[in-house]
């Protein structure tokens, strides 16, 4: 459903009013005085129609052992998942990166059994993805978060911005996403950028976000102990 801008309808987000309007928005913010009658605080749709983000050159990346895709532009670079190194190895942890050609913007994605660390001499213990995110909001004090849906899955998405210490200055604008692939697996989507830069990416990234697809459910034998026997030859999982 597309709403007419004239309707003047507030969104909780940026993207979902730009998308749901086709226009650009802008956010209203009545929080220090009362809001005028008829106008709420949010996300409403400006004159300006939006320009849509041009995909016929963009490249579809598809990973059928982790059971998802997206496409991304095709004048960005992919690193595919590596080795994971310890203590992330002990939990399935692995990381692929897409960056623009300048190298301002970058998205890391990972996925794997969340884990913490409990000490300083590299002890850790599993998390479930629930309490994984339920740690984010701790460690993320400020940051602004909102619910949304990623290749129908249901995520959480914090907005976090780093700030020069000594002069103040806004560097990076960056929001990390949490989406619980089941009881047990997690996977992370971090998006970093210049905060100069935001304008220019972030209508990149939410169509990057837009394509995601989650092609089957997370394999459960990740979520087991694998059990190899070299004398013999085979392996199983209990």
Not at 125 to 138: L, S
Request: hydrophobic share 35%; net charge negative; aromatic share 14%.
């Amino acid at each position: 459903i597309v709403i007419p801008p004239q309707v003047k309808k507030v969104f909780a987000t940026q993207e979902d009013c730009e998308g749901r309007t086709g226009y650009e928005c802008e956010f209203v913010d009545c929080s220090i005085v009362d809001c005028a009658v008829g106008v709420q605080k949010g996300w409403r749709a400006t004159d300006t129609k939006s320009e849509a983000v041009d995909t016929s050159t963009w490249q579809t990346y598809r990973d059928d052992e982790y059971g998802f895709e997206f496409q991304y532009p095709g004048d960005w670079s992919l690193t595919p998942f590596g080795k994971p190194v310890p203590p992330a190895d002990t939990y399935g942890w692995v990381t692929m990166s897409i960056s623009s050609p300048d190298r301002k913007a970058e998205m890391y994605i990972a996925r794997g059994i969340p884990y913490k660390h409990t000490s300083s001499g590299g002890i850790t213990a599993k998390q479930t993805p629930k309490e994984a995110i339920e740690y984010a909001r701790k460690d993320l004090p400020g940051a602004q978060e909102e619910q949304i849906v990623i290749g129908g899955a249901t995520a959480t998405k914090f907005f976090h911005n780093y700030v020069d210490e000594v002069t103040g200055e806004l560097l990076i604008f960056a929001q990390t996403i949490y989406v619980p692939l089941n009881d047990t697996l997690l996977m992370e989507i971090t998006q970093i950028q210049q905060y100069s830069e935001q304008e220019l990416y972030e209508s990149i990234f939410n169509q990057i976000l837009a394509t995601f697809r989650f092609l089957e459910k997370a394999d459960e034998a990740e979520t087991m102990v694998k059990y190899t026997d070299e004398e013999f030859g085979f392996s199983l999982y209990y």
